[in-house]
């Protein structure tokens, strides 16, 4: 309950009434759109949770087997298998405007030959855990993409939210009760004028 | 327009994703990754769309930290489980997402 800082005039007024009813619109926009937006998060956020326990699980284990592999290895036989890597990843970007949030899709085209090393000085381990990893890759690329809709989402939410909840319980409250207020004053003086009036022409007859 | 796709962490962690193509930065704590990243969201001649951070290093970011890698479109940073194992960072992070956009954990 708070009354804005505004003259008691029917000018103000007229203003106020104005404004309620661009809040009311505005309210209802962005309610529409906190919707729409949640009606979106609830869909990728549970594949999201999803995605997230599967490359828990595949990259743990990848990780592993390199760490195992690497053990077997000499260091600088390592170093040297590592060292010239000839895939090409082409990662291309489009971004979808939902509801004013501009959310990424990944697009992942691999190129070239992985395993760019010889035979002496490795082992099939590792072998094994750079399959292991390339494999665990791509979804690596889904759950980037879903776990960044997500966060895009949230935080649009988050800010469209609070603004929802600004309009509706401070704002249009705060003009409508000003609306009210203006209206109780001017009503208050129209009734002071009429009585004024009232009692002046009382006065000049009981004189006459 | 082609992106790069980089991968933070321990050494030994991620050199193996070398050999994949992607580009890997090795950091040993998590400021030294905090100061890679910013970086890399940088650099103009290089356009990162997905950063990828070990857990070990991505449990201490600030929430400074969290808020300004967020904020832009891309690049996308996320978080992987280390060769230790999942640290439940990264589910606690996409917890916290949830929190902020519907204002309670409705995963659970």
Excluded: C
Excluded at chain 1, 35 to 49: N, P, Q, S, T
Excluded at chain 1, 186 to 208: F, N, P, W, Y
């Amino acid at each position: 309950m708070a009354i804005l800082n505004v003259n008691p005039t029917r000018m103000a007024l007229l203003d106020l009434k104005k404004r309620v009813k661009s809040a009311e619109r505005g309210h209802k926009l962005l309610k529409d759109k906190q919707d729409g937006l949640m009606k979106h998060f609830m869909e990728i956020v549970r594949d999201a949770k999803k995605l997230r326990e599967e490359v828990e699980e595949m990259l743990g284990d990848a990780f592993k087997k390199f760490l195992i592999a690497s053990a077997w290895m000499k260091e600088a036989d390592l170093r040297n298998a590592l060292s010239s890597p000839q895939a090409k990843l082409a990662l291309s970007v489009k971004t979808k405007n939902v509801m004013s949030v501009r959310i990424p899709f990944f697009e992942l085209e691999k190129e070239g030959e992985i395993k760019t090393y010889g035979y002496a000085g490795t082992n099939a381990l590792l072998d094994e855990a750079i399959d292991a990893l390339n494999e665990a890759f791509e979804i690596l690329i889904q759950l980037a993409q879903i776990e960044k809709q997500a966060e895009a989402l949230a935080i649009e939410l988050e800010t469209t939210r609070r603004r929802v909840n600004a309009l509706e319980h401070k704002m249009i409250p705060d003009l409508k009760d000003t609306v009210k207020y203006i209206r109780l004053k001017l009503d208050e003086g129209e009734r002071s004028a009429i009585i004024g009036t009232m009692k002046v022409k009382a006065q000049i007859e009981a004189a006459a | 327009m082609n992106y790069q796709i980089a991968i933070i962490g321990s050494k030994e962690a991620i050199e193996g994703f070398s050999l994949l193509g992607v580009k890997t930065v090795p950091a040993q704590n998590t400021e030294e990754a905090v100061e890679k990243i910013r970086e890399m969201k940088r650099s103009s001649d290089e356009v990162f769309a997905i950063i990828f951070i070990t857990e070990d290093l991505a449990k201490d970011f600030t929430q400074d930290d969290e808020k300004f890698f967020a904020k832009d479109p891309l690049p996308a940073i996320i978080p992987l489980p280390s060769h230790h194992g999942s640290t439940g960072y990264s589910m606690e992070r996409l917890s916290r997402i949830v929190e902020r956009a519907v204002g309670s954990d409705i995963l659970k």
